[in-house]
T-cell receptor, first 112, second 116 residues
Framework: KQEVTQIPAALSVPEGENLVLNCSFT??????LQWFRQDPGKGLTSLLLIQSSQREQTSGRLNASLDKSSGRSTLYIAASQPGDSATYLC???????????FGQGTTLQVKP | DTGVSQDPRHKITKRGQNVTFRCDPI?????LYWYRQTLGQGPEFLTY????????KSRLLSDRFSAERPKGSFSTLEIQRTEQGDSAMYLC??????????????FGPGTRLTVL
């Protein structure tokens, strides 16, 4: 059974810092991995998707990496801003149905 | 470009009542998913449709829950005889399954259910 863990559960940084969010999964037989952002009381916004054959994806200040053999993914945020404050969720996609298994999220606070 | 929409956005009901939620996926997306999220947790998979066929249901989906996707377009999720433990955010997502595609899922704003 696939299990997804995100560490740390919460993170507070000053504006301008570069930071890394971690995601680990127990079964390396994945189809893809998605990173999402969730603002309080809102739905999920897709940030980056990495297919199982890829090693990383980049969008603006965000870079996500995937190492299937070690069961790990990282989300790197460069030059953090107060507007980046949100919960970041990692989700692993299965091969057959595409259903996502989520971690519990990392709540990020960027202080001005 | 219209994203995934859900209705209602909030629902307050009394224990024992039935509720129904609606999800309209992105047009041309043939896959539709329902998830449930409780406070402080990541979403949990409930069920999945490919076109009009319901292909997988989680063990979380008790017999009080039923989902449909008639004609492979919008979907409804009904909860009968609601319990306080059903209070959660119900999220809908859609994706386009295609050969060699990435199956990226796009989520709606969710329906917040409160059972009193």
């Amino acid at each position: 059974k696939q299990e997804v863990t995100q560490i740390p559960a919460a993170l507070s940084v000053p504006e301008g810092e570069n930071l890394v969010l971690n995601c680990s999964f127990t079964d390396s037989a994945i189809y893809n991995l998605q990173w999402f952002r969730q603002d309080p009381g809102k739905g999920l916004t897709s940030l980056l998707l990495i297919q199982s054959s890829q090693r990383e994806q980049t969008s603006g200040r965000l870079n996500a990496s995937l190492d299937k053999s070690s069961g790990r993914s990282t989300l790197y945020i460069a030059a953090s801003q107060p507007g980046d404050s949100a919960t970041y969720l990692c989700a692993v996609g299965s091969s057959n149905t595409g259903k996502l298994i989520f971690g519990q999220g990392t709540t990020l606070q960027v202080k001005p | 470009d219209t994203g995934v929409s859900q209705d209602p956005r909030h629902k307050i009901t009394k224990r024992g009542q039935n509720v129904t939620f609606r999800c309209d996926p992105i047009s041309e997306h043939n896959r539709l998913y329902w998830y449930r999220q409780t406070l402080g947790q990541g979403p949990e998979f409930l069920t999945y449709f490919q076109n009009e066929a319901q292909l997988e249901k989680s063990r979380l989906l008790s017999d009080r829950f039923s989902a449909e996707r008639p004609k492979g377009s919008f979907s409804t999720l009904e909860i009968q005889r609601t319990e306080q433990g059903d209070s959660a955010m119900y999220l809908c997502a859609s994706s386009r399954e295609r050969l060699g595609g990435d199956n990226e899922q796009f989520f709606g704003p969710g329906t917040r259910l409160t059972v009193l």
